[in-house]
């Protein structure tokens, strides 16, 4: 309106702010949905207020969490069991090709006849076994066979989902502790020194805008990372327990890195 900045910047500076606006919707809306799935594990009604969330920066405590598979899990027995089913139905299908046996003995007294004892023997032979028996031999050891390979797949699936969340969970760990010691910090001495600089006339305002999204960016990354540490430890317990047995966690859960912007540009707060 001074007529001091050309009327491309003012363009600009009103599709930011129209950016900033549809950003803010979305973040709502993630909100909201986010309050929807967390009322109802509480217990609490739907129309219960939800108060800001906020933590404090800093480095949560690191306890040792075991990322090894245990000998089995609730599907891994499943399938076990499984096998023990197809074990049980061959060895049933194998004995009713063997011959059967069966001895039978009386007693009888007559009078004034003597004692009396009868013996007879009989021996089942079975009958059309190629066409009855093996088509049951060969679908046990089908079944067994196809669960123990299921066995070793999702023992394999389980090994490389618990290797990635804890790779997650590692990185997690590292990128919290390099935000909490050293980006943080710096972006924070940044900022003021760059608002120092325009409190004295020495800086503009952009550079006081540009280390301030700096700093934000950087909180925006550490509470990032706090929640892919959460939920790969969650990923790992459910693994653990087995309250998941399919490759539904380690894929879904891994997210795009979060884009890291610590430069300021600021030649005082470079300094």
């Known amino acids: 309106e001074a007529g001091a900045v050309p009327q491309a910047d003012m363009i600009r500076a009103m599709l930011e702010q129209a950016a900033i606006d549809h950003q803010l919707l979305l973040l709502r809306r993630q909100r909201g949905?986010?309050?929807t799935r967390l009322l109802p594990l509480l217990g609490l009604p739907?129309?219960?207020?939800?108060?800001?969330?906020?933590?404090?920066h800093e480095m949560p405590s690191e306890t040792a969490m075991d990322a090894t598979l245990p000998e089995t899990t609730p599907a891994i027995a499943e399938l076990q069991a499984e096998v023990s089913r197809a074990d049980q139905d061959l060895l049933l299908a194998r004995l009713a090709t063997k011959?059967?046996?069966n001895i039978e003995a009386s007693y009888g007294a007559r009078?004034?006849?003597?004692?009396?004892?009868?013996?007879?023997?009989?021996?089942e032979l079975p009958f059309r076994r190629s066409a009855i028996i093996e088509p049951r031999i060969r679908e046990a050891v089908a079944r067994r066979?196809?669960?123990?390979q299921q066995i070793e797949l999702l023992r394999l699936q389980l090994r490389q989902d618990l290797g990635a969340a804890a790779l997650l969970r590692e990185e997690a760990i590292e990128q919290i502790r390099l935000h909490v010691d050293k980006l943080m910090p710096i972006a924070r001495l940044g900022f003021e020194s760059s608002l120092s600089s325009y409190q004295t006339g020495k800086s503009t305002f952009d550079a006081v805008l540009d280390?301030?999204?700096?700093?934000?960016?950087?909180?925006?990354?550490?509470?990032d990372f706090l929640r892919q540490r959460l939920k790969a430890e969650v990923e790992i317990r459910a693994i653990r327990k087995g309250a998941r047995s399919g490759r539904s966690g380690a894929d879904s859960m891994?997210?795009?890195?979060?884009?890291?912007?610590?430069s300021v540009q600021s030649g005082d707060a470079r300094q």
């Open 254 to 262: 891994s997210t795009s890195p979060p884009s890291m912007t610590p």
């Open 145 to 148: 066979e196809a669960a123990q």
């Open 211 to 223: 280390s301030l999204r700096t700093d934000i960016a950087l909180n925006v990354d550490y509470y």
């Open 33 to 35: 949905v986010a309050i």
């Open 111 to 123: 009078f004034p006849e003597t004692d009396m004892f009868s013996i007879v023997g009989r021996i």
């Open 99 to 101: 011959p059967d046996f």
């Open 46 to 56: 739907s129309d219960s207020p939800v108060p800001s969330f906020g933590l404090s």
